[in-house]
């Protein structure tokens, strides 16, 4: 299982990271939009879950959402967002989480996304 996570803040990326050591999945970080976009493809690290900052400093997450999905057209999506608004915006298939979260409702979200897979 591999998934991926996006976001720009540096210390909750490694604080979400580090939450999900422990469940023996192939963990990938990624600290902007432009970073995903030139991630090399590789069938080994393509995601099966995409935990997504919706605000992202360099480009719009919807431009890294439909690059993600053109390439893993099987793919996951939790996006994370302190705006209740973005719901409307997102594809049916994706989940979306609201900040501030706790770590267990986070690590639950992902869990039962990840079962799902």
């Known amino acids: 299982m591999n998934i991926w996570i996006i976001d720009d803040n540096k210390a ?8 999900l ?4 999945w192939h963990l990938y970080s990624f600290s902007c939009g432009q970073e995903v976009l030139t ?6 690290s393509a995601p099966d879950v995409v935990i ?8 719009p997450a919807s431009i ?10 099987h793919v996951q999506i939790i996006v994370m967002s302190g705006n209740s608004d973005i719901e409307e915006q997102l ?9 501030p979260f706790r770590l267990t409702t986070f690590r639950q979200m992902v869990a039962d996304v990840a079962s799902s897979v």
């Open 64 to 73: 890294v959402l439909e690059h993600i999905k053109a390439h893993y057209q």
């Open 52 to 59: 997504l900052d919706w605000t992202l400093p360099d480009l």
């Open 21 to 24: 050591e422990d469940m023996m």
């Open 91 to 99: 594809p049916p298939s994706a989940r979306w989480l609201g900040k």
């Open 12 to 19: 909750l990326l490694e604080l979400l990271m580090s939450s």
């Open 39 to 44: 991630f090399p493809y590789q069938p080994m």
